[in-house]
């Protein structure tokens, strides 16, 4: 489906359906009003009404805000692709907002079929925007070609994260994630580094082998690097790439087991981050750093009992092995700061499900040491449509971690505060140098779902790249 601009009066767009959003004052005066009501349409929000004759299709809106807006538009081009028309078009509703119908328009149309023997193609090609609002003030044009232009890759890469996570743990092992990661790195003129076992084991990255060890696709340690010539700063993005995560011997429940596979989310979308980031031309260097591992039963499993010894020279007792996500980050984060001086630290991991608890399955858990930095990540997210949330560290909970063996454990002794405890694991893995630099993102609850919410269907959603986007944007470019 293309989206794109005319810049035309609505009513010299030629397109098969007009799509409007009406408040419930704007239906008092509506030239439809008459028809719409008797179709017991009420403008209530997200209500939806085609009048076929007329060629039109109302969505009903509590508020014209961005965050409505969003939501809405998904809500009608979801409706709109299952009718038989091959265009829509609609007006502007303020400068601000269109990012938002963009996003509404690209994220709310993704499906993912590729799993399906027949899936059922929809007639809708293209969706046209007026330069024109509603209300029949133009905008200029010039500044919203670049919101589409942006907002493009930017949904176009969130979408590309979705693909990814939707993949089976058949089709995306860690070596699938490293060919996936080859094949971004070829079409977007990126560097590619990949460690296997023995490239691990040189590097003595014993957690995150461990990990990995009883499974018989073979972890991987993905770097990809984006350099343009004059970077202003430079960015480190971590992810968790579990591409399944049984728990280990310390098994799942059955019922827990299932949606496993987006356990790697956080490695997918770094791979996003960096393909918009590429895409956009920015003058930043941005490095993604990978843990790519399966973590699988077996005679040869890492067991709770366990000591392992991570790259920084720390020892971490396991208890439980399904906690293998701070066991794999452990390691990468030691690689990704060995590697690349940067001036900011970020990671991106389904890491809990305390987060969920604690925030709701919507909220993406913000945690680190610096409050400016924290805070700034929820001016971004929520511009973006990303709900995040500070969870805080507090020198109690850091305690909870304390081994009698070991130097830090990688479970807490107390069954509260799950995600924080988790994040204060990492921050033993954080040198002393990166840790007011350091953000790490909880996205055990906002990377996939099972019900469709706001701009998102079934599976992946892309949490992290929409919000760390406009940080980039708001705080870098
Ligand atoms: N990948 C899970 C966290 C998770 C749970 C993500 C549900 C998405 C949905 C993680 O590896 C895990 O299993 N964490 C454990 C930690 C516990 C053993 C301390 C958890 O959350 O139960
Ligand atoms: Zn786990
Ligand atoms: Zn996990």
Known sequence: MTVRLANQPLDLIEADLRLEFLTQPQLENHPHRALLEQAGFKAEAEQLCTLHERRVMVCGIADTSSETLRSAMASAVKTAMGYNYA????????????????????????????????PKPSA?????????????????????????????????????????????????????????????????????????????????????????????????????????????????????????????????AATSMVTMKMDKAGACAVMGMIKAISELGLEIE?????????????????????????????????????????????????????????????DYATLTGACMVALGPYTTGVMGHNEELKRSFIDAGSAAGEYCGILPFNRHLKKLIKSDI????????????????????????????????????????SAYTESAWDVHTYGGTGAGVRMTLQWVLNNLA
């Open 286 to 346: 941005v490095h993604g750093f990978i843990g790519a591992v399966e973590n699988m039963i077996g005679g040869n499993a890492y067991k709770p009992d366990d000591v392992l010894r991570a790259k920084n020279g720390k020892t971490i007792e396991v208890r439980n092995t399904d906690a293998e996500g701070r066991l794999v980050l452990a390691d990468v984060l030691g690689y990704a700061q060995a590697n690349v001086n940067a001036d900011y630290l970020f």
């Open 406 to 445: 070991a130097d830090v454990c990688n479970v807490s002794s107390k069954p509260y505060g799950g995600a924080i405890t988790a994040a204060l694991f990492l921050d033993h893995f954080i040198d002393e140098n990166m840790k007011d630099k350091w953000v790490h993102f909880d996205i055990a609850g």
């Open 124 to 252: 809708l090609a293209e969706v046209v925007f007026s330069n024109v609002n509603s209300d029949g003030s133009a905008l200029d044009a010039d500044a919203l070609e670049k919101t589409l232009r942006d907002t493009l890759i930017i949904t176009e890469a969130t979408n590309f994260v979705r693909d990814l996570v939707n993949q089976t743990p058949y089709d995306m092992t860690p070596q699938g994630m490293a060919i996936a990661a080859e094949t971004l790195a070829k079409n977007n003129g990126l560097e590619c580094t990949i460690l296997d076992p023995n490239g691990l084991e040189d590097e003595k990255m014993f957690a995150m082998l461990s990990v990995g060890r009883a499974s018989v696709n073979p972890p991987r340690l993905i770097h990809l690097a984006y350099k343009p010539k004059n970077p202003k700063k430079t960015i480190t993005l971590v992810g968790k790439g579990l591409t399944y995560d049984s728990g280990g011997l310390s098994l799942k």
């Open 87 to 118: 265009s829509l078009k609609l007006a502007q509703y303020g400068e601000e907002a269109f990012s938002a119908l963009i996003e509404g328009t690209v994220l709310g149309s993704y499906r993912f079929d590729a799993y399906k023997s027949d």
